[in-house]
T-cell receptor, first 111, second 119 residues
Framework: KQEVTQIPAALSVPEGENLVLNCSFT??????LQWFRQDPGKGLTSLLL?????REQTSGRLNASLDKSSGRSTLYIAASQPGDSATYLC??????????FGGGTRVLVKP | ETGVTQTPRHLVMGMTNKKSLKCEQH?????MYWYKQSAKKPLELMFV???????ENNSVPSRFSPECPNSSHLFLHLHTLQPEDSALYLC??????????????????FGPGTRLTVL
């Protein structure tokens, strides 16, 4: 059974610092690894999707890497801004459209 | 309206009430999902519908009863809930992963959720 873990559970940084969020998964038989953002009390917004054959994806200030052999993905957010404050969730996609989510990392960027 | 919508956004109910949550997607997708998000627990998949047929039921108690009348609408009927059922209930939709190509490139689109409180 796939298990996804995110460390740390919470992170607080001053504006301008780079953010590094970690995600680990136990079963490497995945179709893709996805990162989502969730604002308080809201739904999830997809940020980046890394296919199992890829090693990284980039979108603006966001960069996500994937190392299937070690069961790890990392989300980097460059030059953080207060608007980046949210919970970030990673999810591993397996057969049958199933997404297994980590517990999330709650990020606070202080102005 | 576009994307995935959910109503109501907030619901407070007693343990003896019967209520329904509604989800609607305007993305032309053929798969829909119900998730439960409790405080301090990872997002849990409850049900998966593919082409209006339930294909996944993750050991969810029978007090939760899903219904998918067509590919655009998904309901979650609630009855005799417990206080521990209080949570954010999220609906999502996606294309069907009929091929490895779609499976590896596709994502799910989430609604804003219904915040449920059971008294």
């Amino acid at each position: 059974k796939q298990e996804v873990t995110q460390i740390p559970a919470a992170l607080s940084v001053p504006e301008g610092e780079n953010l590094v969020l970690n995600c680990s998964f136990t079963d490497s038989a995945i179709y893709n690894l996805q990162w989502f953002r969730q604002d308080p009390g809201k739904g999830l917004t997809s940020l980046l999707l890394i296919q199992s054959s890829q090693r990284e994806q980039t979108s603006g200030r966001l960069n996500a890497s994937l190392d299937k052999s070690s069961g790890r993905s990392t989300l980097y957010i460059a030059a953080s801004q207060p608007g980046d404050s949210a919970t970030y969730l990673c999810a591993a996609k397996a057969a049958g459209n199933k997404l297994t989510f980590g517990g999330g990392t709650r990020v606070l960027v202080k102005p | 309206e576009t994307g995935v919508t959910q109503t109501p956004r907030h619901l407070v109910m007693g343990m003896t009430n019967k209520k329904s949550l509604k989800c609607e997607q305007h993305l032309g997708h053929n798969a829909m999902y119900w998730y439960k998000q409790s405080a301090k627990k990872p997002l849990e998949l409850m049900f998966v519908y593919s082409l209006e047929e339930r294909v996944e039921n993750n050991s969810v108690p029978s007090r939760f009863s899903p219904e998918c009348p067509n590919s655009s609408h998904l309901f979650l009927h609630l009855h005799t809930l417990q206080p521990e059922d209080s949570a954010l209930y999220l609906c999502a939709s996606s294309r069907l992963s009929g091929s490895p190509e779609i499976a590896s490139t596709d994502t799910q689109y989430f609604g804003p959720g219904t915040r449920l409180t059971v008294l």
